[in-house]
């Protein structure tokens, strides 16, 4: 059974960082596009980054470029998110995601983890 296990969110105060990892189980990603995407309370889930591993190319919602890098380690079946100059907008369960396609479609990803929460403080 596949797995997708989120770690590493938590308390932040606006203008900090936080590196987020989502370890896979049960099979290997490194043929995956993997994602992240984040939910806050009241809002439907948005697309935060991805990383294809068919194109070798990451892409990011305009709302975190160049602040967030997405990033992964094939040989630990790791992605990270790391996430710097954080803002209280950005406070949100983060969740790591997996599929065949390249999209920022939450519907298209078949594979997620049970979320972490981020929590950034003004």
């Known amino acids: 059974q596949v797995q997708l296990v989120e770690s590493g969110g938590g308390l932040v105060q606006a203008g900090g960082s936080l590196r987020l990892s989502c370890t896979a189980s049960g099979r290997t990603f490194s043929s995956y596009t993997m994602a992240w995407f984040r939910q806050a309370p009241g809002k439907e889930r948005e697309f935060v980054a991805a990383?294809?591993?068919?194109?070798?190319?990451?892409y990011y919602a305009d709302s975190v470029k160049g602040r967030f890098t997405i990033s992964r380690d094939g040989a630990k079946n790791t992605v990270y998110l790391q996430m710097e100059s954080l803002k209280p907008e950005d406070t949100a369960v983060y969740y790591c995601?997996?599929?065949?396609?390249?999209?920022?479609?939450?519907?298209?990803?078949?594979?997620w983890g049970q979320g972490t929460q981020v929590t950034v403080s003004s």
């Open positions: 995601a997996g599929g065949a396609y390249i999209t920022t479609r939450p519907d298209t990803f078949a594979y």
């Open positions: 990383d294809s591993w068919s194109t070798s190319a990451t």
